[in-house]
């Protein structure tokens, strides 16, 4: 019996290193999960967090065209030309100055039942939540519950 105990103790030790790194990878793998804008170009970050008003859409526009939609716990890159550009939502406005070679990060937040916000944010606060975030795929022109 004390053989089995001194087994695992060794066992949980050993463990213990790679889980420290494992955490110390962490913040660097997600750095590299924002590749870098396309040569010329700049590019914005959307992202919202994990499990805060599921059932209410934040669907990202430009104009009449949708960029993408963005559920709970899901980010996407948008690559786009330098200068100023308008982002909006049922219920928000953001303009947002991409500069060729940056990326700018954005937050959806829902507020109020109903009511979203787009806040711009700092890579910092993005690499706050991306370990529980999932890549959303890109917007394919289909229509949704969020149309």
């Given amino acids: 019996m004390g053989k089995s105990v001194m087994m695992l103790a060794l066992g949980a030790a050993l463990l213990v290193p790679s889980a420290v790194a494992a955490d110390a990878a962490g913040p660097k793998r997600a750095a590299e999960a924002i ?3 396309p040569p010329g170009m700049g590019q914005v970050v ?3 967090k994990p499990r805060m008003g ?3 859409g934040c669907r990202i ?3 009449f065209d949708i960029v993408n939609r963005l559920p709970p716990g899901k980010y996407f890159v948008h690559p786009t030309t330098p200068g100023l550009h308008e982002f909006e939502i049922r219920s928000d406005l953001l303009r947002v100055e991409v500069k060729a070679g940056e990326t700018q990060f954005v937050r959806c937040t829902i507020v109020v039942a ?3 916000d ?3 944010r700092n890579r910092e606060d993005f690499d706050r939540y991306v370990r529980a975030l999932d890549l959303q795929p890109p917007w394919t022109g289909e229509r949704d519950e969020d149309d």
């Fill in 118 to 120: 787009l806040s711009l």
């Fill in 54 to 56: 599921t059932l209410i």
């Fill in 46 to 48: 959307f992202y919202r």
């Fill in 114 to 116: 109903g009511v979203a």
């Fill in 61 to 63: 526009n430009e104009g």
């Fill in 35 to 37: 590749p870098p804008p």
